[in-house]
């Protein structure tokens, strides 16, 4: 017969059993939000619609996105980083660690209040420019925009962006002077360039990739090592004559710090299938390509400290302090 201690243990344990099995196969029961920290259109919002719908699928609730823009996605991800850390709030946000090497007081800590979830994949930056401007190449609008110091604006998604990281590094890597002018994300940044509010543009390929094949913009490098099967005919960077200009935004998904290991298992198990599940419709739609290697919450997280220091060389090397 077992002793006393031991019939108290397996008590206990089978009390804690049900408990356990529950928080092993967590499963929401309301629909989760997906803050996207931009206005609809952009990058953010397309790829994490397009995910969102699979992965609701698998998880038995409706994923609600929920847009909202403003200061660079700092306020989008504010709203997380302080709502409850259950599982019900969640974030889709390719500036994330951009906003700090901008940014001098961020209303957060961008790596300490969240947690990894998954990555949605890459996409390289663009060089566009509006169809009006009297330049097919690279080349010649760097030669246009020295000749016009001043002259011309350049749009970012927002101040903290990550289209307004490569815009500096457009900047100041081919020493022209042209004026940034920050819009409300990439959607509107890109809808500006289109109809000439702005001339210039480094936007997201997955906010500016209808606008290039239906004319709107014309594309005139991706910024990145090799062109993209998106956009095959457009030359890479260095087929540019751009070779120091190369930079690619990430889509992180993250949750507010604390939420349970558990819990964010599910979730990443969820849009991680998603994910795999949407590649050719993520890449078709908006030049995002799937990556492994991010299966744990701290893989993802460590892409994110990583990307938080990279941006800040990038901006320091070119001149640019927090502000």
């Given at each position: 017969?077992?002793?006393?201690?031991?019939?108290?243990?397996?008590?206990?344990?089978?009390?804690?059993?049900?408990?356990a099995l529950r928080?092993?196969?967590?499963?929401?029961?309301?629909?989760?939000?997906?803050?996207?920290?931009?206005?609809?259109?952009?990058?953010?919002?397309?790829?994490?619609?397009?995910?969102?719908?699979?992965a609701s699928q698998?998880?038995?609730?409706?994923?609600?996105?929920?847009?909202?823009?403003?200061?660079?996605?700092?306020?989008?991800?504010?709203?997380?980083?302080?709502?409850?850390?259950?599982?019900?709030?969640?974030?889709?946000?390719?500036?994330?660690?951009?906003?700090?090497?901008?940014?001098?007081?961020?209303?957060?800590?961008?790596?300490?209040?969240?947690?990894?979830?998954?990555?949605?994949?890459?996409?390289?930056?663009?060089?566009?420019?509006?169809?009006?401007?009297?330049?097919?190449?690279?080349?010649?609008?760097?030669?246009?925009?020295?000749?016009?110091?001043?002259?011309?604006?350049?749009?970012?998604?927002?101040?903290?962006?990550?289209?307004?990281?490569?815009?500096?590094?457009?900047?100041?890597?081919?020493?022209?002077?042209?004026?940034?002018?920050?819009?409300?994300?990439?959607?509107?940044?890109?809808?500006?360039?289109?109809?000439?509010?702005?001339?210039?543009?480094?936007?997201?390929?997955?906010?500016?990739?209808?606008?290039?094949?239906?004319?709107?913009?014309?594309?005139?490098?991706?910024l990145a090592e090799?062109?993209?099967?998106?956009?095959?005919?457009?030359?890479?960077?260095?087929?540019?004559?751009?070779?120091?200009?190369?930079?690619?935004?990430?889509?992180?998904?993250?949750?507010?710090?604390?939420?349970?290991?558990?819990?964010?298992?599910?979730?990443?198990?969820?849009?991680?299938?998603?994910?795999?599940?949407?590649?050719?419709?993520?890449?078709?739609?908006?030049?995002?390509?799937?990556?492994?290697?991010?299966?744990?919450?701290?893989?993802?997280?460590?892409?994110?400290?990583?990307?938080?220091?990279?941006?800040?060389?990038?901006?320091?090397?070119?001149?640019?302090?927090?502000?």
């Open positions: 017969m077992p002793t006393r201690r031991q019939a108290l243990s397996l008590a206990l344990a089978a009390s804690l059993a049900p408990s928080a092993q196969t967590w499963r929401p029961d309301r629909p989760i939000r997906l803050v996207v920290p931009f206005a609809p259109g952009g990058s953010n919002d397309i790829v994490g619609r397009i995910i969102a719908e699979t698998a998880l038995g609730q409706p994923i609600v996105v929920e847009n909202r823009a403003g200061a660079g996605s700092m306020i989008g991800a504010e709203v997380v980083a302080r709502s409850a850390p259950d599982g019900y709030t969640l974030l889709i946000n390719s500036a994330h660690s951009a906003v700090p090497a901008i940014v001098a007081r961020v209303p957060y800590d961008t790596v300490k209040d969240f947690v990894g979830v998954a990555v949605a994949g890459f996409s390289p930056y663009v060089l566009v420019v509006n169809p009006r401007l009297p330049v097919r190449t690279a080349k010649e609008l760097v030669a246009l925009l020295k000749a016009n110091p001043g002259r011309y604006n350049q749009a970012t998604a927002g101040i903290g962006s990550g289209v307004h990281v490569a815009a500096e590094l457009f900047r100041s890597t081919t020493k022209v002077e042209v004026e940034l002018v920050h819009y409300r994300g990439g959607g509107p940044s890109v809808a500006a360039l289109a109809a000439g509010e702005a001339q210039v543009g480094t936007p997201t390929m997955a906010s500016s990739i209808g606008q290039v094949r239906g004319g709107g913009v014309r594309a005139l490098a991706v090799q062109r993209t099967p998106a956009l095959p005919d457009v030359p890479s960077a260095p087929e540019a004559g751009l070779p120091g200009v190369i930079v690619e935004e990430f889509f992180p998904i993250l949750a507010p710090a604390g939420t349970p290991a558990p819990v964010v298992a599910a979730l990443g198990a969820a849009f991680r299938g998603a994910i795999q599940q949407s590649a050719p419709k993520l890449n078709e739609m908006a030049g995002v390509t799937p990556r492994a290697g991010f299966e744990t919450s701290e893989q993802v997280m460590k892409l994110v400290r990583d990307s938080v220091e990279q941006y800040s060389s990038i901006l320091r090397a070119a001149g640019v302090q927090p502000e």
